[in-house]
């Protein structure tokens, strides 16, 4: 994906990532918290809050040349179905994105190709699906959508699959929970995968069961407060500055609210630390 200035001056070439399309979440997911908060506000107040998010959301975000590798997902999707709210864009655009995200491999085959659009890029779009590379997979699965889309009309997930010609939303989450099981009944007999990866399976499965196929289901923050699902790794970094960040939220409603901030870094570096062993012991 290119980036021009106004006068159509080259800025940078990035590719579309999945480090994008993971973006898109995390800062949706930051929405969704601060749009909690802004409903305890009214009046000038909430006003004020509003042009704040989209403030830092435009220049800390959309606009911020450092982090065109990971906002040319949402530049895509808000260009090619002609949005200009960023918090539109982001709602159409993680359920799209998280979708690709859990697609079953064995589906993939089956999205329609608009090789007009590729003609001159010959065995390379094969190879691309073959080897699952999401980022062209969203671009042609937004492109089979869009083309159809008529001024006005309401995004929907089961319209996004249908015109990919993928089954209706719950025949794909099935077909999804039938690849965890098969992937999981393969590594159980992987004795030096059995006990790390076996979990990470789990805790997978059941994160998918409650926020289903686009993400739409149980918010990330709810799990976290329900204690149904706690980070490895949880940091005060954020696109949107917000009173009601993670940290809070796992201090004010959770049964870990008697842990202080120190004490959350040091667990996060402890597992870090961990985490990082593990992946040198395995040679991943």
């Known amino acids: 994906m290119k980036f021009s200035?106004?006068?159509h001056l080259p800025i940078n070439r990035v590719p579309l990532s999945i480090a994008s399309i993971l973006e898109v979440n995390a800062v949706w997911e930051e929405f969704e918290v601060y749009n909690q908060y802004l409903e305890t506000l009214n009046g000038d107040n909430k006003k004020?809050?509003?042009f704040k998010r989209e403030l830092y959301v435009e220049r800390d975000l959309l606009y911020n040349v450092?982090?065109?590798l990971y906002n040319s997902v949402i530049h895509?999707?808000?260009?090619?179905?002609?949005?200009?709210s960023a918090y539109e864009a982001f709602k159409i655009a993680t359920s799209m994105c998280t979708i690709v995200l859990n697609l079953p491999s064995k589906l993939l085959k089956q999205i329609p190709i608009q090789n007009k659009n590729f003609a001159t890029w010959g065995d390379r779009v094969n190879a691309m699906i073959d080897n699952g590379e999401l980022g062209f997979m969203?671009?042609?699965m937004l492109?089979?959508?869009?083309?159809?889309r008529t001024d006005g009309e309401e995004y929907s997930a089961e319209l996004f699959l249908q015109r990919n010609n993928l089954p209706a939303k719950a025949d794909v989450e099935a077909i999804v929970l039938e690849e965890f099981d098969g992937i999981y009944q393969k590594a159980a007999k992987e004795v030096h995968l059995n006990e790390f990866f076996s979990q990470q399976l789990e805790i997978g499965k059941e994160l998918f069961l409650k926020r289903g196929l686009d993400g739409t289901g149980k918010p990330i923050k709810e799990l976290i407060k329900a204690l149904e699902y706690v980070p490895f790794i949880i940091t005060k970094d954020a696109a949107i500055p917000c009173k009601t960040n993670l940290v809070e939220v796992l201090n004010s409603d959770t049964p870990l609210k008697n842990i202080d901030i120190d004490q959350w870094y040091h667990l996060s570096n402890e597992l870090s630390i961990n985490m990082e062993e593990f992946y040198q012991i395995r040679g991943l």
Not at 77 to 83: C, G
Not at 143 to 148: D, F, L, P, V
């Open 66 to 68: 450092d982090l065109s």
């Open 138 to 140: 969203l671009f042609n």
């Open 48 to 50: 004020k809050e509003i």
């Open 5 to 7: 200035t106004r006068n």
């Open 76 to 84: 895509l999707i808000a260009s090619h179905l002609k949005i200009t």
């Open 143 to 148: 492109y089979n959508y869009s083309r159809e």
